[in-house]
Protein backbone atom coordinates (compact mmCIF):
# COMPACT_ATOMS: atom_id res chain seq x y z
CA UNK A 1 0.00 0.00 0.00
CA UNK A 2 1.11 3.05 -0.72
CA UNK A 3 -0.03 6.77 0.56
CA UNK A 4 0.66 10.60 -0.81
CA UNK A 5 -1.13 13.71 -0.74
CA UNK A 6 -2.81 14.93 -3.39
CA UNK A 7 -4.32 18.52 -3.44
CA UNK A 8 -6.14 18.42 -0.36
CA UNK A 9 -6.92 15.05 0.12
CA UNK A 10 -4.69 11.87 0.79
CA UNK A 11 -4.58 8.99 -1.85
CA UNK A 12 -4.38 5.42 -0.91
CA UNK A 13 -3.44 3.33 -3.44
CA UNK A 14 -4.97 -0.87 -3.09
CA UNK A 15 -3.43 -3.16 -5.38
CA UNK A 16 -5.67 -6.28 -4.25
CA UNK A 17 -9.14 -6.96 -2.88
CA UNK A 18 -8.36 -7.47 1.66
CA UNK A 19 -9.80 -10.19 2.46
CA UNK A 20 -13.27 -9.94 4.13
CA UNK A 21 -13.54 -9.99 7.95
CA UNK A 22 -15.31 -13.12 9.50
CA UNK A 23 -19.01 -10.79 10.71
CA UNK A 24 -19.92 -8.72 7.27
CA UNK A 25 -22.65 -6.24 7.41
CA UNK A 26 -25.16 -8.09 5.44
CA UNK A 27 -26.44 -11.51 4.97
CA UNK A 28 -28.55 -13.43 2.60
CA UNK A 29 -31.48 -12.24 2.00
CA UNK A 30 -30.68 -7.99 2.50
CA UNK A 31 -32.99 -6.35 0.14
CA UNK A 32 -33.03 -2.38 -0.21
CA UNK A 33 -35.10 -0.75 -2.35
CA UNK A 34 -35.06 2.69 -3.78
CA UNK A 35 -37.59 5.30 -5.32
CA UNK A 36 -35.41 7.10 -8.04
CA UNK A 37 -36.31 10.79 -9.26
CA UNK A 38 -35.09 13.07 -11.07
CA UNK A 39 -36.37 16.63 -12.39
CA UNK A 40 -37.79 14.76 -15.64
CA UNK A 41 -38.92 11.53 -14.27
CA UNK A 42 -38.38 8.86 -12.06
CA UNK A 43 -38.29 5.14 -11.43
CA UNK A 44 -36.88 2.20 -8.70
CA UNK A 45 -33.82 0.36 -7.76
CA UNK A 46 -33.49 -2.55 -5.50
CA UNK A 47 -30.04 -3.99 -4.20
CA UNK A 48 -30.27 -7.22 -3.04
CA UNK A 49 -27.85 -10.55 -1.50
CA UNK A 50 -29.43 -13.21 -3.07
CA UNK A 51 -28.45 -16.08 -1.75
CA UNK A 52 -24.75 -18.34 -1.81
CA UNK A 53 -24.32 -20.05 -5.29
CA UNK A 54 -20.82 -21.02 -6.60
CA UNK A 55 -19.14 -20.64 -10.11
CA UNK A 56 -17.04 -23.11 -11.60
CA UNK A 57 -17.33 -25.42 -8.13
CA UNK A 58 -15.89 -22.11 -6.25
CA UNK A 59 -19.33 -20.87 -3.18
CA UNK A 60 -19.56 -16.83 -3.92
CA UNK A 61 -22.48 -14.29 -3.00
CA UNK A 62 -25.41 -13.78 -5.54
CA UNK A 63 -25.77 -9.82 -5.88
CA UNK A 64 -28.14 -8.12 -7.74
CA UNK A 65 -28.60 -4.44 -8.53
CA UNK A 66 -31.51 -3.31 -10.51
CA UNK A 67 -32.80 -0.01 -11.87
CA UNK A 68 -35.69 1.12 -13.63
CA UNK A 69 -35.75 4.50 -14.46
CA UNK A 70 -38.18 6.71 -17.20
CA UNK A 71 -37.59 10.19 -18.83
CA UNK A 72 -40.15 13.04 -18.92
CA UNK A 73 -43.28 11.92 -21.27
CA UNK A 74 -41.71 8.21 -21.29
CA UNK A 75 -39.70 9.31 -24.02
CA UNK A 76 -36.61 7.34 -22.51
CA UNK A 77 -37.23 4.08 -20.27
CA UNK A 78 -33.75 1.79 -19.13
CA UNK A 79 -33.71 -1.43 -17.63
CA UNK A 80 -31.19 -3.25 -15.93
CA UNK A 81 -30.06 -5.83 -13.50
CA UNK A 82 -26.78 -6.23 -13.39
CA UNK A 83 -25.93 -9.72 -11.29
CA UNK A 84 -22.45 -10.23 -9.33
CA UNK A 85 -21.04 -14.10 -8.20
CA UNK A 86 -18.24 -13.05 -5.51
CA UNK A 87 -16.90 -15.55 -3.66
CA UNK A 88 -17.03 -16.04 -0.01
CA UNK A 89 -13.59 -16.66 1.45
CA UNK A 90 -11.51 -14.35 -0.81
CA UNK A 91 -14.33 -11.96 -2.36
CA UNK A 92 -13.22 -11.93 -5.33
CA UNK A 93 -15.30 -11.52 -8.57
CA UNK A 94 -15.94 -14.72 -11.07
CA UNK A 95 -19.15 -13.94 -13.10
CA UNK A 96 -20.70 -10.61 -13.83
CA UNK A 97 -23.74 -10.29 -15.53
CA UNK A 98 -25.05 -7.31 -17.09
CA UNK A 99 -28.49 -6.93 -18.79
CA UNK A 100 -29.58 -4.12 -19.73
CA UNK A 101 -33.03 -2.30 -21.71
CA UNK A 102 -31.66 1.10 -23.04
CA UNK A 103 -34.65 2.81 -24.51
CA UNK A 104 -35.60 -0.16 -26.49
CA UNK A 105 -32.30 -1.48 -27.12
CA UNK A 106 -31.33 -4.94 -25.70
CA UNK A 107 -27.84 -5.99 -24.61
CA UNK A 108 -26.27 -9.41 -22.41
CA UNK A 109 -23.02 -8.90 -21.57
CA UNK A 110 -22.03 -12.14 -19.92
CA UNK A 111 -18.56 -11.38 -17.82
CA UNK A 112 -16.81 -14.78 -16.99
CA UNK A 113 -13.91 -14.18 -14.87
CA UNK A 114 -11.33 -16.49 -14.48
CA UNK A 115 -8.71 -14.30 -11.75
CA UNK A 116 -6.08 -17.74 -11.65
CA UNK A 117 -5.50 -17.30 -15.86
CA UNK A 118 -5.82 -13.32 -15.67
CA UNK A 119 -8.61 -12.63 -18.02
CA UNK A 120 -12.04 -12.65 -18.38
CA UNK A 121 -14.55 -13.76 -21.67
CA UNK A 122 -17.76 -11.63 -22.78
CA UNK A 123 -20.33 -13.57 -24.82
CA UNK A 124 -20.23 -10.65 -27.31
CA UNK A 125 -16.60 -11.21 -28.31
CA UNK A 126 -14.19 -14.13 -29.15
CA UNK A 127 -11.04 -12.50 -27.46
CA UNK A 128 -10.03 -12.41 -23.65
CA UNK A 129 -10.06 -9.56 -21.99
CA UNK A 130 -7.01 -9.21 -19.31
CA UNK A 131 -8.45 -9.05 -15.09
CA UNK A 132 -7.31 -8.16 -11.92
CA UNK A 133 -5.42 -10.55 -9.89
CA UNK A 134 -8.02 -10.07 -7.22
CA UNK A 135 -10.77 -8.87 -9.40
CA UNK A 136 -14.01 -7.04 -8.52
CA UNK A 137 -17.00 -5.81 -10.73
CA UNK A 138 -19.51 -3.08 -10.61
CA UNK A 139 -21.96 -4.77 -8.08
CA UNK A 140 -19.30 -6.58 -5.62
CA UNK A 141 -17.68 -2.69 -5.02
CA UNK A 142 -21.00 -2.20 -3.29
CA UNK A 143 -20.67 -4.80 -0.73
CA UNK A 144 -16.80 -4.35 -0.62
CA UNK A 145 -16.81 -0.98 0.60
CA UNK A 146 -19.45 -1.77 3.42
CA UNK A 147 -16.73 -3.18 5.12
CA UNK A 148 -12.78 -1.79 3.82
CA UNK A 149 -11.93 1.23 6.45
CA UNK A 150 -12.68 4.74 4.86
CA UNK A 151 -11.84 7.85 6.54
CA UNK A 152 -12.91 11.49 5.27
CA UNK A 153 -10.73 13.53 2.91
CA UNK A 154 -9.34 10.30 1.87
CA UNK A 155 -8.63 9.35 -2.06
CA UNK A 156 -9.03 5.16 -2.73
CA UNK A 157 -7.62 4.19 -5.98
CA UNK A 158 -8.56 0.49 -6.61
CA UNK A 159 -6.16 -1.36 -8.98
CA UNK A 160 -8.30 -4.54 -9.14
CA UNK A 161 -11.34 -3.61 -11.12
CA UNK A 162 -12.27 -6.58 -12.83
CA UNK A 163 -11.72 -5.20 -16.61
CA UNK A 164 -8.17 -4.46 -16.35
CA UNK A 165 -8.22 -2.62 -19.48
CA UNK A 166 -10.53 0.08 -17.92
CA UNK A 167 -7.97 1.20 -15.37
CA UNK A 168 -8.33 1.69 -11.51
CA UNK A 169 -11.63 2.37 -9.78
CA UNK A 170 -11.38 5.60 -7.70
CA UNK A 171 -13.32 6.36 -4.45
CA UNK A 172 -13.06 9.65 -2.62
CA UNK A 173 -14.62 10.34 0.64
CA UNK A 174 -15.55 14.27 0.58
CA UNK A 175 -17.77 14.51 4.03
CA UNK A 176 -20.33 13.18 6.33
CA UNK A 177 -23.94 14.19 5.80
CA UNK A 178 -26.70 13.45 7.67
CA UNK A 179 -29.72 11.39 5.99
CA UNK A 180 -33.12 10.44 6.98
CA UNK A 181 -33.89 6.38 7.27
CA UNK A 182 -37.11 4.61 6.25
CA UNK A 183 -37.80 4.38 9.78
CA UNK A 184 -37.75 8.32 10.00
CA UNK A 185 -34.38 8.46 11.92
CA UNK A 186 -31.77 10.82 11.12
CA UNK A 187 -27.78 9.53 10.48
CA UNK A 188 -24.35 10.23 9.81
CA UNK A 189 -23.44 9.25 6.46
CA UNK A 190 -20.14 9.04 4.42
CA UNK A 191 -20.77 10.62 1.04
CA UNK A 192 -18.27 9.31 -1.09
CA UNK A 193 -17.35 10.25 -4.86
CA UNK A 194 -16.84 6.55 -7.11
CA UNK A 195 -15.22 6.83 -10.10
CA UNK A 196 -15.68 3.10 -12.07
CA UNK A 197 -14.56 4.24 -15.78
CA UNK A 198 -16.41 1.27 -17.92
CA UNK A 199 -18.87 2.81 -20.65
CA UNK A 200 -20.92 3.36 -22.18
CA UNK A 201 -23.08 1.74 -19.65
CA UNK A 202 -21.62 2.70 -16.46
CA UNK A 203 -23.65 4.63 -14.00
CA UNK A 204 -20.51 5.65 -12.38
CA UNK A 205 -18.47 7.40 -15.39
CA UNK A 206 -16.41 10.25 -14.48
CA UNK A 207 -18.79 12.49 -16.16
CA UNK A 208 -21.72 12.18 -14.14
CA UNK A 209 -20.15 13.48 -10.71
CA UNK A 210 -22.00 10.70 -9.18
CA UNK A 211 -22.45 10.27 -5.00
CA UNK A 212 -23.27 7.85 -2.93
CA UNK A 213 -24.12 7.99 0.83
CA UNK A 214 -23.12 5.43 3.31
CA UNK A 215 -24.28 4.80 7.17
CA UNK A 216 -21.27 5.82 9.40
CA UNK A 217 -21.89 2.98 10.99
CA UNK A 218 -21.16 -0.56 11.65
CA UNK A 219 -23.97 -1.60 8.69
CA UNK A 220 -22.53 0.90 6.17
CA UNK A 221 -26.01 1.01 4.43
CA UNK A 222 -26.49 2.66 0.97
CA UNK A 223 -28.80 5.20 2.10
CA UNK A 224 -28.60 7.57 -1.25
CA UNK A 225 -27.54 6.83 -4.38
CA UNK A 226 -26.85 9.51 -7.53
CA UNK A 227 -25.99 8.64 -10.78
CA UNK A 228 -25.94 9.83 -14.30
CA UNK A 229 -27.93 8.64 -16.75
CA UNK A 230 -28.10 10.05 -20.88
CA UNK A 231 -31.36 12.47 -19.96
CA UNK A 232 -29.78 13.63 -16.77
CA UNK A 233 -28.98 13.03 -12.97
CA UNK A 234 -31.16 10.39 -11.12
CA UNK A 235 -31.02 10.16 -7.34
CA UNK A 236 -32.10 6.73 -5.68
CA UNK A 237 -33.50 7.18 -1.78
CA UNK A 238 -33.47 4.09 0.62
CA UNK A 239 -37.38 3.95 1.31
CA UNK A 240 -37.62 -0.16 2.86
CA UNK A 241 -34.81 -1.94 4.48
CA UNK A 242 -35.44 -5.99 4.49
CA UNK A 243 -33.69 -7.96 6.53
CA UNK A 244 -30.26 -6.48 7.61
CA UNK A 245 -29.15 -7.94 10.81
CA UNK A 246 -26.70 -5.56 12.32
CA UNK A 247 -27.88 -2.52 15.00
CA UNK A 248 -26.77 1.27 14.11
Not at 171 to 184: A, C, F, H, K
Not at 199 to 211: A, D, E, V
Request: glycine share 8%; proline share 6%.
Amino acid sequence: MISLVVGALFQVSIATTPTPPSRLPFAVGERLEYRASNRLGGGSATLRVVGIDTVRGVPGWKFVFATEVSGILGLYKSQSEFTSWTGVADFISRRFLKDVHDNGKHRIDDHQIYPDSGFFRDNNYAITVPTAKTPLDDVAFFYFIRFIPLEVNKTYVFANYFNATKGAVTIQVLRRELLTMPDGSRVSCLVLYPIVEDPPHGMFLKKWNSRLWLTDDARRIPVQIQAGTEFGTVTFKLVKITNTFLKP
